[in-house]
């Protein structure tokens, strides 16, 4: 069984440009959430889809938006990129809501 | 609001010892608590988990205890090896509310 699958891996933008990363869940899996890595705040939500419909959103400004499509597969969307942007983005996926999650290797994006 | 908070950032212990993670909360309606374990360049993996109506839960090297009147859970890890040595995340429920992390560093 083919695991969560993140594209790009790695990822390097301009200040103000936009981004689209995506995520392709485990077969199967439902619901899809997703997490900014950053070496001083850890892993921090920013939302969670299941079935195409977003159940919960973390504490991040309006330029971080995501959506669902039919198969399950995810993509998350960073509009007007700041320095603070760079981290890595875990998507995470699992069968259920009340589930652990299994999660992808991550997009690393670098804003310069 | 971080509803999940982990204080330590680092731990060091000698190998053959015990490894005590420690993660409180303040959300009172978490069903359930997770543990993950997460090595560079990779992402996190599922370790052990417990219900919010058991105090105890024991897989192997690993045992995750849960004080809920502290709003206090430990992972537990006897005998500690060297590779087990990575970030751990402790998360809460169906949100996944993480923490911050601890790096547990598994001296030979």
């Known amino acids: 069984k083919a695991g969560v699958t993140q594209t790009p891996r790695y990822l390097i933008k301009t200040r103000g440009q936009q981004v689209t990363l995506s995520c392709s869940p485990i077969?199967?899996?439902?619901?899809v959430s997703w997490y900014q890595q950053t070496p001083g705040q850890g892993l921090q939500f920013l939302f969670e889809?299941?079935?195409?419909?977003?159940?919960n959103k973390g504490n991040f400004p309006g330029r971080f938006s995501g959506r669902q499509f039919s198969n399950s597969r995810s993509e998350m969307n960073v509009s007007t990129l700041e320095l603070g942007d760079s981290a890595l983005y875990l998507c995470a996926s699992s069968p259920r809501t009340d589930t652990e999650a299994f999660f992808g290797q991550g997009t690393r994006l670098t804003v310069v | 609001d971080q509803q999940v908070k982990q204080n330590s950032p680092s731990l060091s212990v000698q190998e053959g010892r015990i490894s005590i993670l420690n993660c409180d909360y303040t959300n009172s309606m978490f069903d359930y608590f997770l543990w993950y374990k997460k090595y560079p360049a990779e992402g996190p993996t599922f370790l052990i988990s417990?219900?919010?109506?058991?105090d105890k839960n024991e897989d192997g090297r690993f045992t995750v205890f849960l004080n809920k009147s502290a709003k206090h859970l430990s992972l537990h890890i006897v005998p500690s090896q060297p590779g087990d040595s990575a970030v751990y995340f402790c998360?809460?429920?169906?949100?996944?509310?993480f923490g911050a992390g601890t790096r547990l560093t598994v001296k030979p």
């Open positions: 417990i219900s919010s109506i058991k």
């Open positions: 077969s199967g899996h439902r619901s």
């Open positions: 889809y299941f079935s195409e419909t977003q159940r």
């Open positions: 998360a809460g429920d169906s949100d996944m509310r």
